[in-house]
């Protein structure tokens, strides 16, 4: 069986599909690194802002402070 121009079209098509199937992962993969590194950022704010809160905190039990427990801690 001879080889046609419409075989060749066949693997063409299924080349560029798997290109651009390649594409769009890599693009959904960057979008979602992208997403995690904001939320990472969120996260260490919040754990700065916690662990400061923590030291004040203690600082203040320490000090015999009432504003801790004036404030609900």
Request: proline share 0%.
């Amino acid at each position: 069986m001879l080889n046609t121009g419409n075989d060749n079209m066949v693997f063409l098509f299924l080349y560029v599909d798997q290109v651009v199937r390649v594409i769009v992962i890599q693009k959904t993969l960057i979008e979602h690194a992208e997403k995690l590194r904001q939320v990472k950022a969120v996260l260490e704010e919040q754990r700065t802002f916690w662990n400061s809160a923590g030291r004040k905190f203690l600082r203040d039990i320490q000090e015999g402070s009432t504003e801790a427990a004036e404030v609900g801690w």
